[in-house]
């Protein structure tokens, strides 16, 4: 299985700071990495997909890069509602696999 | 728009088999690249992919529980259904279906979970 390892697990920013969320593939995932948003209690909503393209309907400030087995999220300007918990998963190969969790909080 | 909805029982006894059913509209099974994932997350932990169907039939399941998985489509009635035998509580989860297609293969659009709690 491809393991998917992020960092930090968890941190906390002020509004409008610019946050960055990584995610490290144990093997080389060309660009078939996704980043999901969950909040509490809620399903996961899908953020990026291929690495770097925005899904539909999601605020430009999140954006993504990376290719191979380094990837990161960026939240350009941390908004309130930005609260939640963050997933990166591989869909290069199954098992789908996806990393713990970064869970933001706002200060 | 694309809708998915977890149905199934939210208590299992230990040994038991689970079948979970994944009610959606929106989309075909029929079309081609489209597919149903099933991802679950045990409370206060990660997420977790469990299996997925194609249109084509095409199966794929989590290696580690591929022995008490079973998943399956109804096209005429827009269904998924994943069965998982022999039960244990550390199964006890919140279980999601998502769309996917192989354009991608991400989840795009998921069903609101159900929580399914394994207990005597």
């Known amino acids: 299985d491809i393991q998917m390892t992020q960092s930090p697990s968890s941190l906390s920013a002020s509004v409008g700071d610019r946050v960055t969320i990584t995610c490290r593939a144990s093997?080389?995932?060309?660009?078939?990495l996704n980043w999901y948003q969950q909040k509490s209690g809620k399903a996961p909503k899908l953020l990026l997909y291929?690495?770097?393209t925005l899904q539909s309907g999601v605020p430009s400030r999140f954006s993504g890069s990376g290719f191979g087995t380094d990837f990161t999220l960026t939240i350009s300007s941390l908004q309130p509602e930005d609260s939640a918990t963050y997933y990166c998963?591989?869909?290069?190969?199954?098992?789908?696999?996806f990393g713990q969790g970064t869970n933001l909080e706002i200060k | 728009q694309i809708t998915l909805k977890e149905s199934g029982p939210t208590l299992v006894k230990p040994t038991q088999t689970l079948t979970l059913t994944c009610t959606f509209s929106?989309?075909?099974?029929?079309?081609?690249?489209?597919?149903v994932g099933w991802i679950r997350q045990p409370p206060g932990k990660a997420l977790e992919w469990l299996a997925l169907?194609?249109?084509?039939?095409?199966?794929r399941y989590r290696p580690s529980l591929k022995s008490r998985l079973t998943i399956i489509k109804d096209t005429s009635n827009n269904q998924v259904v994943l069965t998982m035998t022999n039960m244990d509580p550390v199964d006890t989860a919140t279980y999601y279906c998502?769309?996917?297609?192989?354009?991608?293969?991400?989840?795009?659009?998921w069903g609101q979970g159900t929580l399914v709690t394994v207990s005597s």
């Open positions: 998502a769309h996917t297609h192989t354009g991608g293969y991400y989840f795009d659009y």
């Open positions: 929106g989309f075909s099974l029929r079309s081609t690249g489209v597919g």
């Open positions: 169907i194609y249109w084509d039939d095409d199966k």
């Open positions: 093997q080389s995932i060309n660009n078939y």
């Open positions: 291929v690495a770097s």
């Open positions: 998963q591989q869909s290069y190969s199954t098992p789908y696999t």
